[in-house]
Nanobody, 115 residues
Framework: QVQLVESGGGLVQPGGSLKLSCKASGFTFSTSWMYWLRQAPGKGLELVSGMFLGDTAIQYTDSVKGRFAISRDNAKNTLYLQMNSLKPEDTALYYC????????RGQGTQVTVSS
């Protein structure tokens, strides 16, 4: 059974940083594309970043390029998202997912950027 458990969200001031984690189980994590998506209040799911096999293939949506960094530790079956220079518009529920549509995703972790 696929399980994805996100953690690391919280309340942060604009310009601050957070690092999200996603612990995966129930599938072969090391050879899987993995994604971060987010859903802001009143909006649909947005693909933030995706990663495959280390740094051989990494994608970012334009609004987070240069501020967010995706990484993974295959030995720990864990996906990360380092978020720097956070803006109020980054406020959302963040999910990790096995597919870019978010059909198979965790329960999410809330990120709120506010002064």
């Amino acid at each position: 059974q696929v399980q994805l458990v996100e953690s690391g969200g919280g309340l942060v001031q604009p310009g601050g940083s957070l690092k999200l984690s996603c612990k995966a189980s129930g599938f072969t994590f090391s050879t899987s594309w993995m994604y971060w998506l987010r859903q802001a209040p009143g909006k649909g799911l947005e693909l933030v970043s995706g990663m495959f096999l280390g740094d051989t293939a990494i994608q970012y949506t334009d609004s987070v390029k240069g501020r967010f960094a995706i990484s993974r530790d295959n030995a720990k079956n864990t996906l990360y998202l380092q978020m720097n220079s956070l803006k109020p518009e980054d406020t959302a529920l963040y999910y990790c997912a096995r597919d870019m549509s978010g059909r198979i995703r965790g329960q999410g972790t809330q990120v709120t950027v506010s002064s």
